[in-house]
T-cell receptor, first 114, second 114 residues
């Protein structure tokens, strides 16, 4: 079974731009969650989608948004990029919603904001 | 409030000696607890999880952890370190609040000395 895939793996953007990251979950998994990893703040939960609905949300501003498609693929969008948005963005999938089961993580997308 | 504290940012052990990575949590609700490992430039991989069954949890690669409610601890141990264990380890708490959420510790970097 193929693992979680994330595209692109690396991105460079400038302040004020917007960016869209993509995540394809493990086949059969309908829960997709997103995380931000930075040296200063560590790993932080962004949000979780299940069956195209946002189920849970962390403490991030509205510039961070996401969506999930009927095939369970998910995208995350960050608008009006700031320098502090530079981070490794990880996506994970799970067979059930609620974040209490094993999350299978992708390799991440490294975003650099200049 | 929910939180998780990893007491050591860096642990160094000699190959073949025991490993102890410490984690304390605080939660107003019954938590699910996880240990994940992250190798350089990789996503996170689940080592083990506690979800209110047996308090001693066995994971992959010889790791285990004991849930101690009275001490609010979930320390990770391994009897004998291997070079391949060198990585970053994260203690993670999932709680059933109004919206489920995952809280990550700040990570412990394990170095294994040959």
């Amino acid at each position: 079974k193929a693992g979680v895939t994330q595209t692109p793996r690396y991105l460079i953007k400038t302040r004020g731009q917007q960016v869209t990251l993509s995540c394809s979950p493990i086949s059969g998994h309908r829960s997709v969650s997103w995380y931000q990893q930075t040296p200063g703040q560590g790993l932080q939960f962004l949000f979780e989608y299940f069956s195209e609905t946002q189920r849970n949300k962390g403490n991030f501003p509205g510039r961070f948004s996401g969506r999930q498609f009927s095939n369970s693929r998910s995208e995350m969008n960050v608008s009006t990029l700031e320098l502090g948005d530079s981070a490794l963005y990880l996506c994970a999938s799970s067979s059930r919603p609620g974040l209490r089961d094993e999350q299978f993580f992708g390799p991440g997308t490294r975003l650099t904001v200049l | 409030a929910q939180s998780v504290t990893q007491l050591d940012s860096h642990v160094s052990v000699s190959e073949g000696t025991p490993v102890l990575l410490r984690c304390n949590y605080s939660s107003s609700y019954s938590p699910s607890l996880f240990w994940y490992v992250q190798h350089p430039n990789k996503g996170l991989q689940l080592l083990l999880k506690y979800t209110s069954a047996a308090t001693l949890v066995k994971g992959i690669n010889g790791f285990e952890a004991e849930f101690k409610k009275s001490e609010t601890s979930f320390h990770l141990t391994k009897p004998s370190a291997h070079m391949s264990d060198a990585a970053e380890y994260f203690c993670v708490v999932s709680v059933l609040t109004g919206a489920n959420n995952l809280f990550f510790g700040t990570g412990t970097r394990l170095t294994v000395i040959p």
